[in-house]
């Protein structure tokens, strides 16, 4: 977990100490291609309830894992310290989003959102000749939801809320902050323009309603893709095709859940589809008409922009007409 002389637990040492359960961290390392000793085995026999569940999770996506890696191993053939980098944000992100809730879509653990959305990034980026830079892709995309879903454990909360004299809660925009340096300080100031650039903007008032939040949200899409660093666009459309392009498989898993007579859970899985048909389709028609648009050849998603406005026009009219 050392890469060049820091430490995970440097950056993050509430992730690390909120997680630290033996099976889990195993579990990562098999995952990532290590063969266990007999000693981390034997950590393995009879954890803790939270520990099991964390280890399983991994193990769930533990092939996705592995794919994702195989790729890596491909593209940075050469560059092993590129592929030590991406691993350690891999453990990163498993670590900081293991205990958020599976996905309404899928079911399957949140942490197999940020590994495929690097995967796909990873892809979109196969004529991208700067290694340094598809490194980049890979990390943030790992990261993309850590700051704006785990600010507080990435943001040294204790030690910042010491020195600053808070007793209770460390200020949001403060916590963000303390992350995107901690990231900064881990992997590149690179890494943290990419995240920042990722990461949602704060409520711009505590009694927004959800029509101004989705405006607010939708302007912070189109900022992403009309800027003339291209980058941080290719990350948020494999992050979008997953989100905004998926909401139908919520809808189908509500139908099944209903005729199963889950009617309590089929409901909170319609109410999840209506806010995020509200949500998603102001934002994708701006996307479509972005890529209708696009005429800068360098951009790295230049060559998809035909299939990329027909698969939102697919969308569009299937899920939110």
């Known amino acids: 977990m050392e890469e060049g002389g820091k430490k995970l637990s440097n950056i993050a040492p509430e992730v690390v100490k909120k997680t630290e359960e033996p099976a889990f961290d195993v579990a990562i390392e098999i995952a990532l291609g290590h063969e266990p000793t007999i000693a981390e085995i034997e950590t393995m026999d009879n954890p803790s309830e939270q ?18 890696l195989h790729a890596v191993d491909t593209r940075f053939e050469k560059g092993k310290g590129y592929r030590a980098k991406i691993r350690e944000a891999l453990r990163l992100m498993l670590k900081a989003h293991i205990e958020q809730s599976d996905r309404a879509d ?36 790992l990261l993309h939801d850590s700051v704006e879903d785990q600010a507080r454990l990435l943001a040294l909360e204790k030690k910042l809320a010491a020195s600053q ?3 209770n809660k460390v200020p949001e925009e403060i916590e963000r902050d303390g992350a995107f340096g901690g990231l900064e300080w881990l992997f590149d100031r690179r890494v943290r323009f990419l995240v920042q650039s990722l990461t949602s903007p704060l409520k711009e ?16 899409i189109e900022s992403i893709f009309i800027n003339q660093d291209s980058t941080p666009s290719v990350i948020k459309w494999a992050d979008l095709k997953q989100n905004a ?6 809808r ?4 099944r859940t209903r005729d199963e007579g889950q009617t309590e859970f089929a409901e909170k899985l319609e109410g999840t589809y209506k806010k995020l048909r509200m949500k998603y389709e102001p934002v994708l028609e701006a996307v479509k008409k972005f890529f209708r648009e696009l005429s800068d050849q360098h951009h790295p998603l230049y060559s998809e922009r035909e299939d990329i406005v027909y698969s939102i026009d697919e969308v569009l009219k299937k899920e939110y007409a």
């Open 205 to 220: 008032s505590d009694d927004m309603s959800p029509e101004e939040r989705n405006k607010q949200y939708q302007r912070y």
């Open 245 to 250: 392009l998926t909401i139908g498989l919520i």
């Open 106 to 141: 899928t079911g399957l653990p949140f942490i197999a959102h940020p590994l495929s959305v690097a995967h796909d990034a990873l892809h979109m980026m196969a004529d991208e000749k700067d290694d340094a830079e598809a490194q980049y892709v890979c990390i943030a995309a």
């Open 165 to 167: 004299g808070w007793k």
């Open 51 to 68: 520990d099991a569940q964390f280890a399983e999770k991994v193990v769930r996506i533990k092939d996705d894992i592995q794919a994702f």
């Open 252 to 255: 189908e898993r509500a139908e």
